[in-house]
């Protein structure tokens, strides 16, 4: 049973740092594809960034390029995201998403961030940003 246990989360102040963490158990953790999704309350879920761990071919949405980092351990299947620099808007609960299958369909433009095509998602950790 695949599962997925996001940790990291919590209330920073405006330009502050946090990272969260992915931990990824019940499959092959090798070459998947895997993401960081956000949703804020009244919002609709949105990416963040994703990753395809067989080459660490990485994609960030717009607004988190240059301040956010998505990258893995593979020793302990562990997957993070490095937040720095955090904003107000940047206040959401995140998301781990996995794709257990060894398929590269996240390495396509038109893929790289498709959200239905993760079939195993966490629990969520809330992110906090006050000004």
């Known amino acids: 049973q695949v599962r997925l246990v996001e940790s990291g989360g919590g209330s920073v102040q405006s330009g502050g740092s946090l990272r969260l963490s992915c931990a990824a158990s019940?499959?092959?953790?090798?070459?998947?594809?895997m993401g960081w999704f956000r949703q804020a309350p009244g919002k609709e879920r949105e990416a963040v960034a994703t990753?395809?761990?067989?080459?660490?071919?990485?994609y960030y949405a717009d607004s988190v390029k240059g301040r956010f980092t998505i990258f893995q351990d593979n020793p302990k299947t562990t997957l993070y995201l490095q937040m720095n620099s955090l904003r107000p808007e940047d206040t959401a609960m995140y998301y781990c998403?996995?794709?257990?299958?060894?398929?590269?369909?996240?390495?396509?433009?038109?893929?790289?961030?498709?959200?239905?095509?993760?079939?195993?998602w966490g629990q969520g950790t809330q992110v906090t940003a006050s000004s």
């Open positions: 998403a996995a794709d257990s299958s060894r398929s590269r369909w996240c390495l396509s433009p038109s893929d790289h961030f498709s959200a239905d095509r993760f079939g195993h």
């Open positions: 019940g499959y092959t953790y090798s070459s998947n594809c």
């Open positions: 990753i395809f761990t067989g080459g660490g071919y990485t």
